[in-house]
């Protein structure tokens, strides 16, 4: 299981920062429209800090301070601090995964959860975290698109 997850988590952490690298420019990177107030900057940033927060640090004990709030507030980071950042993020989730023994995976997750997801095993709340990182990859696919004018 945990092979195939840190496959999973490295493929589509590249594939996130493919999909930074494919906008036109640092502005449309950075652009809302209409009812779509998160950009593909906050959207990286928001998976920079959950990764680094549950992955990497709950699990694998790698020091992280999340500001969530500033996940949703910083404007204008350059792309290639947001692609540095990515590339931190998914080296610590591949070596955390790849570290981690799997008969923590029916433990409970131990890190602090959202309520609907308090007692989950480390199993299903990395499967719910992969599950949340391709959601928000969906998304900036569909922003870059947007934004690029190629939908």
């Not at 694998?60 to 601090?81: C, I, L």
């Amino acid at each position: 299981m945990l092979k195939d997850l840190t496959a999973l988590y490295d493929r589509d952490l590249k594939k996130l920062m493919q999909e930074l690298e494919a906008y036109p420019d640092e502005a449309s990177l950075w652009a809302v429209q209409g009812e779509i107030s998160n950009s593909g900057g906050t959207l990286a940033l928001h998976l920079i800090g959950n990764l680094s927060k549950f992955i990497g640090d709950d699990l694998g004990g790698v020091p992280f301070a999340r500001d969530r709030d500033a996940e949703f507030s910083r404007r204008d980071v350059p792309r290639q601090e947001l692609l540095g950042g990515l590339e931190r993020t998914r080296a610590v989730v591949v070596q955390t995964l790849s570290n981690l023994d799997e008969s923590r995976l029916n433990e409970p997750f131990s890190g602090k959860v959202p309520p609907n997801l308090q007692g989950a095993s480390v199993q299903a709340f990395l499967i719910h975290l992969y599950g949340h990182l391709n959601w928000h990859l969906g998304q900036v696919d569909y922003h870059r698109r947007i934004t690029a004018g190629k939908v």
